[in-house]
């Protein structure tokens, strides 16, 4: 079941906070955060675990609430090097594959 | 430390060929995914290899069948080639395929059908 993610894209100037949000309708063990620079391989930036906290990577930070199977994904003071394209990928109970969002295009200007 | 590699970096075919793509993943990894990336879409999984047995299969038709070595690398075999098959093929790898650990994706091969 592939996860929803809003919004589908999204202009900054440097120094400006977004949110990436994340949701599935099913129940959740997992969900894994990457990044995808244009022609490159996506980077894993974190996990969080049913029942984890929230993480952090550098100024990026996620959260994964579990009552409401959604997970939201920060960028805070963001710089250029953050533009890209962030995939949620989602790992349901007892199931070992990601199921992967459509992406969300993240453009950071000067 | 050597990353995921993948071989060839782009392959072009034509419809009903066969095509085999190979991974080599992480130093320390025994767990390989493959994921197909059409443009301006996220990866969607494939299949994934663990102990060289398949364990968890995506929506994928019989066309598309895999294989894992006793080293843990691994190879995806593609038969009887569509045009939709065009894509970004990644192979990703991890270690035991547990939830708490990062998948490590390669450079992909992109394939294409004419």
């Known amino acids: 079941q592939q996860p929803v993610q809003s919004p589908q894209a999204v202009i900054l100037r440097e120094g400006e906070d977004a949110v990436i949000n994340c949701s599935s309708s099913k129940a959740l063990y997992s969900v894994h955060w990457y990044r995808q620079k244009h022609g490159e391989a996506p980077v894993f930036l974190m996990i969080?675990?049913?029942?984890?906290e929230q993480k952090g990577h550098e100024k990026i930070s996620a959260s994964f609430n579990e009552k409401k199977q959604q997970s939201s994904l920060y960028l805070t003071a963001s710089q250029l090097s953050y533009s890209g394209t962030y995939f949620c990928?989602?790992?349901?109970?007892?199931?070992?594959?990601?199921?992967f969002g459509a992406g969300t295009t993240v453009t950071v200007r000067a | 430390d050597a990353g995921v590699t993948q071989s060839p970096t782009h392959l072009i075919k034509t419809r009903g060929q066969q095509v085999t793509l190979r991974c080599s993943p992480k130093s320390g990894h025994d767990t390989v995914s493959w994921y197909q990336q059409a443009l301006g879409q996220g990866p969607q999984f494939i299949f994934q290899?663990?102990?060289?047995?398949?364990?968890q299969r995506g929506n994928f038709p019989d066309r598309f069948s895999g294989h894992q070595f006793p080293n843990y690398s691994s190879e995806l075999n593609v038969n009887a080639l569509l045009l939709g098959d065009s894509a970004l093929y990644l192979c990703?790898?991890?270690?035991?395929?547990?939830?708490?650990?990062?998948?490590?994706f390669g450079d992909g091969t992109r394939l294409s059908i004419l």
């Open positions: 990928g989602t790992e349901l109970v007892n199931d070992y594959k990601l199921s």
């Open positions: 969080l675990l049913k029942g984890g």
């Open positions: 990703a790898s991890s270690s035991q395929g547990l939830s708490n650990q990062p998948q490590h």
């Open positions: 290899y663990y102990e060289e047995e398949e364990r």
